[in-house]
């Protein structure tokens, strides 16, 4: 069946280093694919989503794109900051059903 | 006011007991879901629901039922709660309009104890 595989965490960076959350996927067909955020006791939310191979997601300065030769949506974000501490999550969609296939979560730190 | 509500918050009961989590959405979303949070398993879809009249069963249905009592309104009912569910518990909505690239919007979660 589908599955999403993320790195596992936490990740601790210091404020302006470079981000990069690995996710890979496998599925049958072809997935859109998301990252949500949860901040410290809130819901999730959307942060971005790519829907064909080749699309890049982008907000709030996080990046992905959606490379189906790698089966891969990594988030990578320039320059991180302190608000960006939250647990990440990657998931993707099939056409062939109407679920959410997650990935466990990355918690990311960041120190000041 | 938030999008997707959630009551209650907190909850801290007994096992063996019956509890029921709510969730309202102003939204006017279509479809709505419920997943349950366990530290380092990610979310796992326990039901979800496309209209009123459709309900149906995720990954880890056992031990829980579902009401969809209006469009903006889905329960979770644990019919006789044990301690292995304890966990955070999300309720989620979205639009069945947007197809591919289909947002799910998340209430605050009720984080649920059984003792």
């Known amino acids: 069946g589908d599955s999403v595989t993320q790195m596992e965490g936490p990740v601790t960076l210091s404020e302006e280093a470079f981000l990069t959350i690995n996710c890979t996927y496998t599925?049958?067909?072809?997935?859109?694919l998301f990252w949500y955020v949860q901040y410290p006791g809130e819901g999730l939310q959307l942060l971005l989503k790519?829907?064909?191979a080749d699309d890049k997601g982008s907000n709030k300065g996080f990046e992905a794109t959606y490379r189906k030769e790698t089966t891969s949506f990594h988030l990578e974000k320039g320059s991180v900051q302190v608000s960006d501490s939250a647990v990440y999550f990657c998931a993707l969609r099939d056409y062939s059903n109407y679920q959410l296939i997650w990935g466990a979560g990355t918690k990311l730190i960041i120190k000041p | 006011d938030a999008d997707v509500t959630q009551t209650p918050r907190n909850r801290i009961t007994k096992t063996g007991k019956r509890i029921m989590l709510e969730c309202s959405q102003t939204?006017?979303?279509?479809?709505m879901y419920w997943y349950r949070q366990d530290p380092g398993l990610g979310l796992r879809l326990i039901y979800y629901?496309?209209?009123?009249?459709?309900?149906n069963k995720g990954e880890i249905s056992d031990g829980y039922s579902v009401s969809r009592q209006a469009q903006a309104k889905f329960s979770l009912s644990l019919e006789s709660a044990i301690p292995n569910q304890t966990a955070l518990y999300f309720c989620?909505?979205?639009?069945?309009?947007?197809?591919?690239?289909?947002?799910?919007?998340f209430g605050p979660g009720t984080r649920l104890l059984v003792l």
């Open positions: 790519a829907t064909k």
């Open positions: 989620a909505t979205s639009d069945s309009g947007t197809k591919a690239g289909e947002t799910q919007y």
């Open positions: 939204k006017g979303h279509d479809r």
């Open positions: 599925a049958t067909g072809y997935p859109s």
């Open positions: 629901s496309f209209d009123v009249k459709d309900i």
